[in-house]
């Protein structure tokens, strides 16, 4: 079965450092999808990157970069410059490839201090 | 990225009636949209896939007779939480996807609150 792990409940950065979410999955497909998603206390999901199973280069979007250790099943989230606008809580998610299900990690919650 | 809508972002119920949460894609045809659930602090929790047209495929333990989803159209979604008591309220969001696009995209969702 799929699984998302996230073991960080919850993460400080101070403003305009960097900081990384640690993500890590189980699969026995060859072929999937790792996303992140930010949900602010709003509710919204904001889809921040993507990173395919077969992409060789690590995935990145403006400050938000992932580090995929295949090998390792890692999908670490870097965000480099935090702004207190990133505070919010994190979900790694797992898409599968027949069926597009999202499998969601139970988050992390990032504050981001001034 | 293309749109989805949730409708509506909040909405409070008393307990026993049914209540319709919409989910639209906007810009895009979804052949496939998915429920989630969210309690409080905690990760979403799929319920139920949608294709146009057919019926909606169940999670298990999901009670399909009480979460009532349609999808009569390439852009509509309809969750309808039928009976609706305390222990529903939850929140609740949609996400669809268009075949030929690669992520699903979510809509706001819907805070369920059952007094």
């Known amino acids: 079965a799929q699984k998302i792990t996230q073991t960080q409940p919850g993460m400080f950065v101070q403003e305009k450092e960097a900081v990384t979410l640690d993500c890590t999955y189980d699969?026995?497909?060859?072929?999937?999808?790792l996303f992140w998603y930010k949900q602010p206390s709003s509710g919204e999901m904001i889809f921040l990157i993507y990173?395919?199973?077969?992409?060789?280069q690590n995935a990145t979007e403006g400050r938000y970069s992932l580090n995929f250790q295949k090998a390792r099943k890692s999908a670490n989230l870097v965000i480099s410059a935090s702004q207190l606008g990133d505070s919010a809580m994190y979900f790694c998610a797992m898409r599968d490839t027949g069926t597009y299900k999202y499998i969601f990690g139970t988050g992390t919650r990032l504050k981001v201090l001034a | 990225g293309a749109v989805v809508s949730q409708h509506p972002s909040w909405v409070i119920c008393k307990s026993g009636t049914s209540v319709k949460i919409e989910c639209r894609s906007l810009d895009f045809q979804a052949t496939t949209m998915f429920w989630y659930r969210q309690f409080p602090k905690q990760s979403l929790m799929l319920m139920a896939t949608?294709?146009?047209?057919?019926?909606?495929?169940?999670e298990q333990g999901v009670e399909k007779d009480k979460f009532l989803i349609n999808h009569a159209s390439l852009t509509l979604s309809t969750l309808t939480v039928t009976s609706a008591h305390p222990e529903d309220s939850s929140f609740y969001i949609c996400?669809?996807?268009?075949?030929?696009?690669?992520?699903?995209?979510f809509g706001q969702g819907t805070r369920l609150t059952v007094v």
């Open positions: 996400s669809a996807r268009e075949g030929v696009i690669s992520e699903a995209f």
């Open positions: 990173q395919g199973s077969y992409d060789e």
């Open positions: 949608s294709n146009e047209g057919s019926k909606a495929t169940y």
């Open positions: 699969t026995s497909d060859q072929s999937y999808g």
